[in-house]
């Protein structure tokens, strides 16, 4: 079946710091990408989709100056949160699908925690 | 607006008995919906899916029926097993066009021995 891997699992980084989440569809191509952020005992909230080649559309309330997703070939993604702060900290998990009528494969997660 | 939410936040059940975990959705035109599990740590694990064409389907274990006129899906998980402990999701796609899932806001299953 479809296979996304998310990269790193967990990271720690210091306030100020950026740091780079990727995801990769492994074994298919990944149309359009989606990242969601997850704080505990929440659900999943979708940031961002972005579409290959294209700019990445960002839901409401969603910095795109400090979440910024890049979706540069059909089976990498990378979220950067830029300038991280404590309330960064959150599990961030991205989906993959090949496309409208095609499922949602998600990664297995980033826990992210900033110091 | 868009949004999927669930009427219980815990639900526990004795091993073995059946459990249906439920779900409201606000926008009738959705057309397509998912049950996720997700245990502590991981990403969402995809359970069963149902699109708005259907009122049924079973999987294995597993069945989810769709009740559109008003706006209620669930999850039913048959003789339930420790491994089934986890929170589960509803995530429905707005029919706007936009292929986003949009999630509700979770129940936590606990199967006690």
């Known amino acids: 079946g479809a296979v996304v891997s998310q990269h790193p699992s967990r990271v720690i980084c210091k306030s100020g710091t950026s740091v780079k989440i990727e995801c990769r569809s492994l074994?298919?191509?990944?149309?359009?990408m989606f990242w969601y952020r997850q704080f505990p005992k929440q659900s999943l909230m979708l940031m961002a989709t972005s579409n290959e080649g294209s700019k990445a559309t960002y839901e409401q309330g969603v910095e795109k100056d400090k979440f910024l997703i890049n979706h540069a070939s059909l089976t990498l993604s990378t979220l950067t949160v830029t300038s991280a702060h404590p309330e960064d900290s959150s599990f961030y998990i991205c989906?993959?699908?090949?496309?409208?009528?095609?499922?949602?494969?998600f990664g297995s997660g980033t826990r992210l925690t900033v110091v | 607006g868009e949004s999927v939410g669930l009427h219980l936040p815990t639900l526990s059940v004795q091993e073995g008995d059946n459990s249906i975990i439920n779900c409201a959705y606000s926008n009738s035109a959705s057309d397509y919906f998912i049950w996720y599990k997700q245990e502590s740590g991981k990403g969402p694990q995809f359970i069963i899916d149902?699109?708005?064409?259907?009122d049924k389907r079973q999987g294995q274990r597993v069945t989810v029926l769709l009740n559109k006129t008003v706006k209620h899906l669930s999850l039913q998980i048959a003789a339930t097993q420790p491994g089934d402990s986890a929170v589960y999701f509803c995530a429905e796609t707005p029919a706007s066009g936009a292929q986003k899932l949009v999630f509700g806001q979770g129940t936590r299953l606990t199967i006690n021995p």
């Open positions: 989906s993959a699908s090949e496309g409208q009528n095609y499922g949602y494969t």
């Open positions: 149902i699109r708005s064409n259907m």
């Open positions: 074994d298919f191509q990944a149309t359009t």
